[in-house]
Protein backbone atom coordinates (compact mmCIF):
# COMPACT_ATOMS: atom_id res chain seq x y z
CA UNK A 1 0.00 0.00 0.00
CA UNK A 2 1.03 3.67 -1.47
CA UNK A 3 0.92 6.32 1.48
CA UNK A 4 -0.89 9.33 -0.08
CA UNK A 5 1.13 12.31 -1.67
CA UNK A 6 0.23 14.80 1.32
CA UNK A 7 2.03 12.34 3.66
CA UNK A 8 4.34 11.67 1.16
CA UNK A 9 5.39 15.32 0.65
CA UNK A 10 5.79 16.03 4.59
CA UNK A 11 7.99 13.05 4.82
CA UNK A 12 10.22 14.86 1.88
CA UNK A 13 9.72 17.95 3.70
CA UNK A 14 11.11 16.63 6.93
CA UNK A 15 14.10 14.69 5.00
CA UNK A 16 14.56 18.12 3.24
CA UNK A 17 15.25 19.57 6.57
CA UNK A 18 17.42 17.18 8.18
CA UNK A 19 19.87 17.57 5.06
CA UNK A 20 19.67 21.53 5.53
CA UNK A 21 20.51 20.57 9.41
CA UNK A 22 23.48 18.29 8.69
CA UNK A 23 24.72 21.04 5.92
CA UNK A 24 24.92 23.94 8.22
CA UNK A 25 27.47 23.19 10.98
CA UNK A 26 29.60 22.21 7.77
CA UNK A 27 29.08 25.06 6.38
CA UNK A 28 27.52 24.00 3.04
CA UNK A 29 24.55 24.93 0.97
CA UNK A 30 21.66 22.31 1.14
CA UNK A 31 21.33 22.57 -2.55
CA UNK A 32 24.08 20.75 -2.87
CA UNK A 33 22.36 17.63 -1.48
CA UNK A 34 20.38 15.96 -4.14
CA UNK A 35 17.69 13.85 -2.60
CA UNK A 36 17.21 10.06 -4.82
CA UNK A 37 13.55 8.56 -4.29
CA UNK A 38 14.40 4.94 -3.49
CA UNK A 39 11.22 3.40 -5.01
CA UNK A 40 11.96 -0.49 -5.06
CA UNK A 41 8.67 -2.56 -4.19
CA UNK A 42 6.54 0.02 -4.04
CA UNK A 43 4.64 0.96 -7.42
CA UNK A 44 5.41 3.27 -10.21
CA UNK A 45 2.88 5.75 -8.84
CA UNK A 46 5.97 6.53 -6.07
CA UNK A 47 7.99 7.43 -8.66
CA UNK A 48 5.16 9.91 -9.94
CA UNK A 49 4.72 11.15 -6.22
CA UNK A 50 8.75 12.09 -6.39
CA UNK A 51 8.50 14.26 -9.62
CA UNK A 52 5.42 15.52 -8.92
CA UNK A 53 6.82 16.90 -5.35
CA UNK A 54 10.23 18.29 -7.73
CA UNK A 55 12.75 15.67 -6.91
CA UNK A 56 15.17 14.73 -10.08
CA UNK A 57 15.48 11.30 -9.71
CA UNK A 58 14.46 7.72 -8.21
CA UNK A 59 16.58 5.11 -7.56
CA UNK A 60 15.76 1.22 -8.45
CA UNK A 61 17.75 -1.80 -7.33
CA UNK A 62 16.59 -4.17 -10.27
CA UNK A 63 17.02 -3.97 -13.56
CA UNK A 64 13.27 -5.62 -14.41
CA UNK A 65 11.43 -4.02 -11.91
CA UNK A 66 12.84 -0.49 -12.61
CA UNK A 67 11.96 -1.07 -16.56
CA UNK A 68 8.49 -2.00 -16.01
CA UNK A 69 7.42 1.17 -13.72
CA UNK A 70 9.28 3.50 -16.63
CA UNK A 71 7.33 1.97 -18.84
CA UNK A 72 3.79 2.87 -16.26
CA UNK A 73 4.81 6.71 -14.84
CA UNK A 74 2.57 9.75 -15.43
CA UNK A 75 3.14 11.65 -18.87
CA UNK A 76 4.12 14.63 -16.18
CA UNK A 77 6.57 12.21 -14.68
CA UNK A 78 9.18 11.66 -17.93
CA UNK A 79 11.57 14.03 -17.15
CA UNK A 80 12.46 11.61 -13.93
CA UNK A 81 15.99 10.85 -14.24
CA UNK A 82 16.16 7.05 -13.10
CA UNK A 83 19.47 5.53 -11.53
CA UNK A 84 20.00 1.83 -11.06
CA UNK A 85 21.44 1.54 -7.31
CA UNK A 86 21.46 -2.47 -6.78
CA UNK A 87 24.02 -4.89 -8.08
CA UNK A 88 24.38 -5.54 -11.50
CA UNK A 89 25.26 -8.68 -13.53
CA UNK A 90 27.27 -8.27 -16.75
CA UNK A 91 24.36 -9.99 -18.58
CA UNK A 92 21.85 -7.68 -17.58
CA UNK A 93 24.23 -4.30 -18.82
CA UNK A 94 22.54 -4.04 -21.86
CA UNK A 95 19.42 -3.72 -20.49
CA UNK A 96 20.24 -1.14 -17.95
CA UNK A 97 22.24 1.01 -20.05
CA UNK A 98 19.21 1.11 -22.16
CA UNK A 99 17.06 2.25 -19.87
CA UNK A 100 18.65 3.51 -17.05
CA UNK A 101 19.80 7.07 -17.04
CA UNK A 102 22.84 6.41 -14.44
CA UNK A 103 24.25 3.06 -13.67
CA UNK A 104 25.72 3.83 -9.56
CA UNK A 105 26.72 0.51 -8.99
CA UNK A 106 29.50 0.14 -11.33
CA UNK A 107 31.95 -2.22 -8.92
CA UNK A 108 34.50 -4.54 -11.82
CA UNK A 109 36.05 -3.43 -15.07
CA UNK A 110 34.41 -6.85 -16.64
CA UNK A 111 30.86 -5.00 -16.18
CA UNK A 112 32.32 -1.73 -16.90
CA UNK A 113 33.81 -3.11 -20.40
CA UNK A 114 29.63 -4.47 -20.65
CA UNK A 115 28.47 -0.92 -20.21
CA UNK A 116 30.61 0.76 -22.48
CA UNK A 117 29.81 -2.28 -25.39
CA UNK A 118 25.91 -1.44 -24.26
CA UNK A 119 26.40 2.47 -24.82
CA UNK A 120 27.66 2.33 -27.93
CA UNK A 121 25.20 -0.07 -29.07
CA UNK A 122 22.58 2.94 -27.72
CA UNK A 123 24.41 5.61 -29.07
CA UNK A 124 24.91 7.83 -26.12
CA UNK A 125 27.49 8.36 -23.06
CA UNK A 126 26.09 6.73 -20.06
CA UNK A 127 27.10 7.96 -16.73
CA UNK A 128 28.46 5.79 -14.28
CA UNK A 129 29.55 5.96 -10.14
CA UNK A 130 31.98 3.23 -9.06
CA UNK A 131 30.55 1.43 -5.86
CA UNK A 132 33.27 1.27 -3.01
CA UNK A 133 33.21 -1.33 -0.43
CA UNK A 134 34.46 1.50 1.67
CA UNK A 135 33.31 0.39 4.86
CA UNK A 136 34.97 -3.35 4.32
CA UNK A 137 31.17 -4.72 4.91
CA UNK A 138 31.58 -8.58 3.85
CA UNK A 139 27.71 -8.62 2.88
CA UNK A 140 28.36 -6.00 0.01
CA UNK A 141 28.91 -5.45 -3.16
CA UNK A 142 31.02 -2.68 -4.42
CA UNK A 143 35.17 -2.74 -5.13
CA UNK A 144 37.42 -2.92 -2.40
CA UNK A 145 38.59 0.44 -1.67
CA UNK A 146 42.60 -1.39 -2.62
CA UNK A 147 41.24 -1.64 -6.04
CA UNK A 148 39.75 2.00 -7.06
CA UNK A 149 42.60 3.26 -8.89
CA UNK A 150 42.34 0.13 -11.06
CA UNK A 151 38.51 0.32 -11.11
CA UNK A 152 38.61 4.51 -12.23
CA UNK A 153 41.80 3.66 -14.66
CA UNK A 154 39.47 1.44 -16.61
CA UNK A 155 36.12 3.34 -16.42
CA UNK A 156 38.32 6.33 -17.99
CA UNK A 157 39.37 4.04 -20.34
CA UNK A 158 35.80 3.51 -21.91
CA UNK A 159 34.84 5.91 -24.57
CA UNK A 160 31.14 5.63 -23.72
CA UNK A 161 31.13 5.68 -20.25
CA UNK A 162 30.78 9.06 -18.06
CA UNK A 163 32.33 8.78 -14.73
CA UNK A 164 30.39 10.92 -12.08
CA UNK A 165 31.88 9.75 -8.79
CA UNK A 166 31.42 7.10 -5.94
CA UNK A 167 28.57 5.33 -4.36
CA UNK A 168 29.30 3.57 -1.20
CA UNK A 169 26.40 1.44 1.21
CA UNK A 170 27.73 1.85 5.20
CA UNK A 171 27.54 -1.48 6.72
CA UNK A 172 25.23 -2.01 9.87
CA UNK A 173 26.47 -2.65 13.40
CA UNK A 174 24.81 -4.25 16.24
CA UNK A 175 23.80 -1.41 18.02
CA UNK A 176 22.67 2.08 17.04
CA UNK A 177 25.94 3.69 18.06
CA UNK A 178 28.19 0.79 16.25
CA UNK A 179 26.14 1.52 13.19
CA UNK A 180 26.66 5.31 13.49
CA UNK A 181 30.36 4.69 14.14
CA UNK A 182 30.54 2.23 10.83
CA UNK A 183 28.36 5.09 8.87
CA UNK A 184 31.31 7.63 9.85
CA UNK A 185 34.43 5.39 9.11
CA UNK A 186 33.03 4.27 5.75
CA UNK A 187 31.48 8.09 4.29
CA UNK A 188 34.92 9.42 5.62
CA UNK A 189 36.81 6.69 3.79
CA UNK A 190 34.89 7.26 0.43
CA UNK A 191 35.26 11.00 0.56
CA UNK A 192 39.11 10.40 1.09
CA UNK A 193 39.26 8.05 -1.81
CA UNK A 194 37.29 10.29 -4.08
CA UNK A 195 39.95 13.22 -3.28
CA UNK A 196 42.97 11.09 -3.39
CA UNK A 197 41.47 9.49 -7.27
CA UNK A 198 40.46 13.01 -8.30
CA UNK A 199 43.98 14.42 -7.90
CA UNK A 200 45.89 11.46 -8.92
CA UNK A 201 43.44 11.33 -12.29
CA UNK A 202 43.05 14.47 -12.67
CA UNK A 203 38.92 13.77 -13.19
CA UNK A 204 36.89 15.96 -10.22
CA UNK A 205 34.70 12.87 -9.42
CA UNK A 206 32.04 15.64 -8.24
CA UNK A 207 29.22 12.47 -7.25
CA UNK A 208 29.43 11.54 -3.94
CA UNK A 209 26.29 9.27 -3.31
CA UNK A 210 26.32 8.02 0.23
CA UNK A 211 23.76 8.18 3.35
CA UNK A 212 20.35 6.58 3.45
CA UNK A 213 17.61 6.55 6.00
CA UNK A 214 19.17 5.53 8.58
CA UNK A 215 22.32 7.59 7.98
CA UNK A 216 22.08 10.28 5.78
CA UNK A 217 22.74 13.49 8.69
CA UNK A 218 26.55 11.71 8.86
CA UNK A 219 26.22 11.39 5.10
CA UNK A 220 26.22 15.17 4.65
CA UNK A 221 28.31 15.94 7.21
CA UNK A 222 30.88 14.10 5.37
CA UNK A 223 30.40 15.33 1.89
CA UNK A 224 27.56 13.59 0.36
CA UNK A 225 26.05 15.09 -2.55
CA UNK A 226 23.64 12.41 -2.98
CA UNK A 227 20.93 10.60 -0.51
CA UNK A 228 19.40 7.65 -1.49
CA UNK A 229 16.32 7.76 0.46
CA UNK A 230 13.28 5.28 0.55
CA UNK A 231 11.86 3.85 3.69
CA UNK A 232 11.67 7.78 5.32
CA UNK A 233 9.98 9.03 2.38
CA UNK A 234 7.74 6.04 1.41
CA UNK A 235 7.50 3.57 4.51
CA UNK A 236 8.94 0.04 5.46
CA UNK A 237 9.10 -2.32 2.69
C1 LIG B 1 17.15 0.28 -0.56
C2 LIG B 1 18.35 1.12 -0.79
C3 LIG B 1 18.43 2.44 -0.30
C4 LIG B 1 17.33 3.09 0.53
O1 LIG B 1 17.36 2.57 1.84
P1 LIG B 1 16.40 3.16 2.99
O2 LIG B 1 17.05 2.70 4.25
O3 LIG B 1 15.05 2.55 2.76
O4 LIG B 1 16.37 4.63 2.87
C5 LIG B 1 19.56 3.18 -0.59
N1 LIG B 1 20.57 2.67 -1.31
C6 LIG B 1 20.55 1.41 -1.80
C7 LIG B 1 21.69 0.91 -2.60
C8 LIG B 1 19.44 0.59 -1.55
O5 LIG B 1 19.43 -0.66 -2.02
Known sequence: MLIAYEEFARRADAIRARIAAACAPAGRDPATVQLLAVTKTHPAAA??????YG?????????????????QIAAASSGLRWELIGHLQSNKAKLAARHFDRIQSADSPKLLVH??????????????????????????FGADPADAPALLEAALAQKNLRVDGLMTIAPLGATPAETAAHAERTFANLRRLRDELATRF???LPELSMGMTGDLALAVAAGST???VGTALFGAR
Do not use: S
Not at 47 to 52: I, K, N, P, V
Not at 60 to 66: A, Y
Not at 115 to 140: C, F, M, S, T, Y
Open 55 to 71: LRGVGENRVQEGIEKRA
Open 226 to 228: MVR
Open 115 to 140: LDRAAAEVGRALPVLLQINAGDDPAK
Open 47 to 52: ADYAAR
Open 202 to 204: GTP
